[in-house]
């Protein structure tokens, strides 16, 4: 049976495609893999009857990413491509995911594929190379970029803003920058419909946004993260949500103000509308009190 490669295994997003395809993936772990080597990534798949590649990995820290940018650029620009090579020597799809991070964020409109990207910090600028790595090799290749990405377990901005609610009365979050939290299990949904809805001959390789429908702040982001916790009967001390700037929460990495990413090129090409972020915080508290 032709399976679907994951690449990474532990990660959010690695962990919602495993649960989305089951016995139809085969997982690499990065801690046991190093995949930036064509010839390692050639050895480890020989036996199997790849169908396509999909690249769960990525150097995902942000504020370290700007003291460790070399092993964020080995992670984010030179892993992809060497999947996508070997994915296009083998004639089948490569599937990655690449970051709002690219933008600066200057303007108040959603970004579109059409937009010149102008990364703020080392993380969008490995991953700006990813992106320019994978598309100089061809192929059949899918890069998604995404958003404000969280699930049930991560250590992302939904769990730790749990946590924080727990322990104290006020809370400070950011209310100045804008985007679409994206939950790892639409995403995957999303993935793997496409993956399995690809035409063999018209094959669209490129660069799309694949979000979360509708935008928020960090700050109503938590506002919901509190509402539905409660609502599911989970007991928080919070009291007070204090909006604050960006400024006035300074972080080694610079972040865009405006995040927000126009998801109309997936919905036009395959058919894919992205549920409404408030669902995904719904069903991911779901899962949270299981
Ligand atoms: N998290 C976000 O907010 C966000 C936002 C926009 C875009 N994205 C993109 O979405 C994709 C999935 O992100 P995610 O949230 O699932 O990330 P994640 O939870 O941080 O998982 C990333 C995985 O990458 C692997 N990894 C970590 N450091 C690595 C390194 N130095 N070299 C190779 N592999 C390494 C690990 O895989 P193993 O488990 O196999 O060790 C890790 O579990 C990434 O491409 C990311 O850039 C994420």
Redesign the pocket.
């Known amino acids: 049976m032709t399976k679907t490669i994951i690449?990474?295994?532990?990660?959010?997003?690695?962990s919602a495609l495993a649960h989305e395809l089951q016995d139809k993936a085969v997982i690499?772990?990065?801690?046991?893999y190093d995949f930036s080597n064509i010839e390692n990534i050639k050895h480890a798949l020989e036996n199997i009857d790849a169908g396509a590649i999909i690249?769960?990995?990525?150097?995902?820290?942000v504020n370290k990413a700007e003291t460790e940018e070399d092993?964020?650029y080995?992670?984010?620009a030179l892993?992809p491509e060497a999947l996508a090579l070997y994915a296009r020597e083998k004639n089948i799809p490569f599937i990655?995911?690449?970051?709002?991070?690219v933008f600066s964020g200057e303007s108040d409109e959603p970004h579109k594929e059409s937009e010149l990207p102008a990364p703020l910090n080392a993380y969008g600028r490995t991953?700006l190379a990813g992106e320019k790595k994978v598309a100089a090799i061809g192929g059949k290749y899918l890069i998604f970029?995404?958003?404000?990405?969280?699930d049930h377990k991560?250590?992302?901005f939904l769990n730790t803003m749990l946590k924080f609610a727990k322990e104290r009365e006020s809370l400070s979050v950011v209310s100045d920058q804008f985007g679409a939290p994206?939950y790892?299990a639409h995403l995957a949904k999303a993935t793997i419909n496409i993956l399995n809805n690809l035409e063999e001959n018209n094959f669209p390789s490129g660069i799309y946004h694949l979000c979360n429908s509708g935008f928020t702040s960090w700050h109503g982001f938590a506002e919901e993260i509190f509402k539905i916790a409660r609502k599911n009967g989970i007991e928080l001390k919070v009291n007070e949500v204090k909006p604050i700037s960006a400024s006035e929460f300074p972080t080694p990495a610079k972040r865009p103000a405006n995040s927000m990413m126009d998801c109309s090129l997936v919905s036009k090409t395959f058919g894919i509308t992205m549920p409404d972020w408030k669902d995904g915080v719904r069903e991911c508290m779901g899962k949270i009190i299981k």
């Open positions: 690449y990474g295994k532990t990660g959010q997003l690695a690499f772990a990065s801690t046991e690249n769960a990995t990525a150097y995902t820290d092993a964020a080995k992670a984010n892993i990655h995911y690449s970051t709002d991070y991953k970029r995404t958003s404000w990405v969280y991560g250590k992302n994206t790892a």
